[in-house]
T-cell receptor, first 115, second 114 residues
Framework: EPEVTQTPSHQVTQMGQEVILRCVPI?????FYWYRQILGQKVEFLVS????????KSEIFDDQFSVERPDGSNFTLKIRSTKLEDSAMYFC?????????????FGEGSRLTVL | AQSVTQPDIHITVSEGASLELRCNYS??????LFWYVQSPGQGLQLLLK??????LVQGIKGFEAEFKRSQSSFNLRKPSVHWSDAAEYFC????????????FGTGTRLTVIP
């Protein structure tokens, strides 16, 4: 069964360092997303991406964040200068269509720990 | 604005017992409602969804959920829990016009005891 894969599964970094989280969405999907979950809190929407550009983003997704689809398969989330409060589980997701159905397929998550 | 509340942080049930996980939502129009499950080391998996029509929806793994507009609820149920159901369960609401992102609750962790 097709699945969304994410790497790394866990990354530990020093505050101020750049981090890139990688995702391989399901191959025929067109919409890509990043969500995050700070420990004990809600899963929060960060950004959606379609046709090589951001289609929506939340207030969380500030200038420190960027997304990219550098080739036909990978979808990356970059945090330019990490802060302690960026420590969270980051989930990538993809979907076939946009139509507000919300049928997202999620990866297993990348846990980011900022020290 | 959309929001989801899952009042129970952690629930423990015996294997074979029935289960109900609560979810309340806030949304101005007809919501799209979802339940996702996250097993240890796994990604979020869609259990079931409600868009319209029959308010009792069936999902995978023997789960069902009932949409009650009057109570703004979408509770998840299973008549007989299996040990493999131990996981984190997330309720989510979506459907804002032009959007395809979801608003999640904080999750309910289910422990199943023999």
């Amino acid at each position: 069964e097709p699945e969304v894969t994410q790497t790394p599964s866990h990354q530990v970094t020093q505050m101020g360092q750049e981090v890139i989280l990688r995702c391989v969405p399901i191959s025929n999907h067109l919409y890509f997303y990043w969500y995050r979950q700070i420990l004990g809190q809600k899963v929060e929407f960060l950004v959606s991406f379609y046709n090589n550009e951001i289609s929506e983003k939340s207030e969380i997704f500030d200038d420190q964040f960027s997304v990219e689809r550098p080739d036909g398969s990978n979808f990356t989330l970059k945090i330019r200068s990490t802060k302690l409060e960026d420590s969270a589980m980051y989930f990538c997701a993809s979907s076939m269509v946009r139509e507000s159905t919300g049928e997202l397929f999620f990866g297993e998550g990348s846990r980011l720990t900022v020290l | 604005a959309q929001s989801v509340t899952q009042p129970d942080i952690h629930i423990t049930v015996s294997e074979g017992a029935s289960l109900e996980l609560r979810c309340n939502y806030s949304y101005g129009a007809t919501p799209y409602l979802f339940w996702y499950v996250q097993s240890p080391g796994q990604g979020l998996q869609l259990l079931l969804k409600y868009f319209s029509g029959d308010t009792l929806v069936q999902g995978i793994k023997g789960f069902e959920a009932e949409f009650k507009r009057s109570q703004s609820s979408f509770n998840l149920r299973k008549p007989s829990v299996h040990w493999s159901d131990a996981a984190e369960y997330f309720c989510a609401v979506g459907g804002q016009t032009g959007a395809n992102n979801l608003f999640f609750g904080t999750g309910t962790r289910l422990t199943v005891i023999p």
